[in-house]
């Protein structure tokens, strides 16, 4: 089955830099790559995502870019604010059901 | 409320117990999902629904039962709890079959001592 690694497991940004978290994925035949933010206490939140299609896709401060030949695609928030502060986890999924596979996560801090 | 709801947010329960977990949505979604989150594992999916009752295997359901008899409503059931159950877990729903944002619960957070 599909596996998805997801690293850094934590990170620290001082707020106004840029925070980078980097996924890989096993099967070649995932097409769709959803990225969700979880809060302290609250379910997974979809903030953007991605198709295979595509090779990098953009809304305000946050961007997706996608690597198919090396199958890896990557997560990256400019201008990092407190609010930002959050688990962040990549996913993989392929056509029908979509069972959906997601990485272990990656906290991170934004420092005031 | 429109949404997706789960109960109880918090449950403690003894280990052999039989405990179920509710899971609801208003939307209608025909793919309804139940994950546990566990630190170093990320999201693992438990089992999953196509449709009512349509149900499969995910990565973990061992020890673990599911049933929809209607499509709003996707209850986990552990049959006999144990240590290693003890968990928050998330039930999500999605539209169809295209790859669409799947809507998460807020989580219950189960301890079986």
């Known amino acids: 089955g599909e596996n998805v690694e997801q690293h850094p497991s934590t990170l620290s940004v001082q707020e106004g830099d840029s925070a980078v978290i980097k996924c890989t994925y096993s099967d070649s035949a995932s097409n769709y790559f959803p990225w969700y933010k979880q809060e302290l206490g609250k379910g997974p939140q979809l903030i953007i995502d991605?198709?295979?299609?595509?090779g990098e896709k953009k809304d305000q401060r946050i961007a997706v870019t996608l690597n198919k030949t090396a199958k890896h695609f990557s997560l990256h928030i400019t201008e990092t604010q407190p609010e930002d502060s959050a688990v962040y986890f990549c996913?993989?999924?392929?056509?029908?059901?979509?069972?959906?596979?997601f990485g272990i996560g990656t906290k991170l801090q934004v420092i005031p | 409320d429109a949404g997706i709801t789960q109960s109880p947010r918090y449950k403690i329960t003894e280990t052999g117990r039989q405990v179920t977990l509710m899971c609801h949505q208003t939307?209608?979604?025909?793919?309804m999902f139940w994950y546990r989150q566990d630190l170093g594992h990320g999201l693992r999916l438990i089992y999953y629904?196509?449709?009512?009752?349509?149900?499969d295997k995910g990565e973990v359901p061992d020890g673990y039962v599911v049933s929809r008899s209607k499509t709003e409503n996707f209850p986990l059931t552990l049959e006999s709890a144990t240590r290693s159950q003890t968990s928050v877990y998330f039930c999500?729903?999605?539209?169809?079959?295209?790859?669409?944002?799947?809507?998460f619960g807020q989580g219950t957070r189960l301890t079986v001592v």
């Open positions: 999500a729903s999605r539209a169809g079959t295209e790859n669409t944002e799947a809507f």
């Open positions: 991605i198709r295979s299609n595509v």
């Open positions: 939307w209608s979604h025909s793919y």
């Open positions: 996913a993989a999924s392929k056509g029908g059901y979509q069972k959906v596979t």
């Open positions: 629904s196509a449709a009512a009752d349509i149900t």
